[in-house]
């Protein structure tokens, strides 16, 4: 069973740009969580996501990142007109369906680490 | 505002011996709480977690104590190997309205020498 997967490892933009982070969740969970990782610092919680839908994004800045997870394909995690402030590390998690007396455990992918020069 | 706190950023233990990382947390609406461990250019890795009806769970050579009149948990290895070493991340769960998210502190370096 592949674990979740995060591509690219690695993005380069110069400021202004766009970029699109990709995750695709472990087979079986259809929640998506994206979470960024600023240099010295603890994982924040951006989005939560499930099929199609958007949960939760109160961890999201609010002008220029967007996220989708659609019914077919991989979770997007979209920063428009970059900024040198955004190079961190995001990190994309997933889980099996929330039940109500379970609590079911996140497990990450490898994260992409995006550079804005 | 700092939700959960590792005050140690870092820690040295001798191989064998015990590791011991604490963690703060100050919202009483947690509910589930979880230790990963991540190595340099890698995801956080699950490790081990504990309802907040329990006061321990173990697993092999890792154990996990919460204190919920304290709000304090903390994560023993015992015992401690190389392969220890590691960034350990101590992470609340908030579940309201069908939504999950994970608060995280910002991670105890953990060096276990040989």
């Known amino acids: 069973n592949a674990g979740v997967m995060q591509n690219p490892r690695h993005l380069v933009r110069r400021r202004g740009q766009e970029a699109r982070l990709r995750c695709s969740p472990m087979?079986?969970?259809?929640?998506v969580y994206w979470y960024r990782q600023l240099p010295e610092e603890g994982l924040k919680f951006m989005v939560y996501?499930?099929?199609?839908?958007?949960?939760?994004e109160s961890g999201m800045p609010k002008e220029r990142f967007s996220a989708e997870f659609p019914k077919e394909g991989p979770s997007i995690l979209r920063i428009q007109q970059v900024v040198r402030g955004d190079s961190a590390a995001y990190f994309c998690?997933?889980?099996?369906?929330?039940?109500?007396?379970?609590?079911?455990?996140?497990?990450f992918g490898p994260g992409t680490r995006l550079l804005v020069l | 505002d700092q939700q959960v706190k590792q005050n140690s950023p870092s820690l040295s233990v001798q191989e064998g011996r015990i590791s011991i990382l604490n963690c703060d947390y100050t919202?009483?609406?947690?509910?589930?709480f979880l230790w990963y461990k991540k190595y340099p250019a890698e995801g956080p890795t699950f490790l081990i977690s504990?309802?907040?009806?329990?006061d321990k769970n173990e697993d092999g050579r890792f154990t996990v104590f919460l204190n919920k009149s304290a709000k304090h948990l903390s994560l023993h290895i015992v015992p401690s190997q190389p392969g220890d070493s590691a960034v350990y991340f101590c992470?609340?769960?908030?579940?309201?309205?069908?939504?999950?998210?994970?608060?995280f502190g910002k991670g105890t370096k953990l060096t276990v020498n040989p």
């Open positions: 504990i309802s907040s009806i329990k």
């Open positions: 998690a997933s889980s099996p369906l929330l039940g109500r007396t379970t609590q079911e455990t996140q497990y």
């Open positions: 996501l499930q099929k199609e839908n958007i949960i939760d």
């Open positions: 919202n009483s609406m947690f509910d589930y």
């Open positions: 087979k079986g969970h259809s929640h």
């Open positions: 992470a609340a769960s908030l579940t309201q309205g069908g939504s999950e998210k994970l608060v």
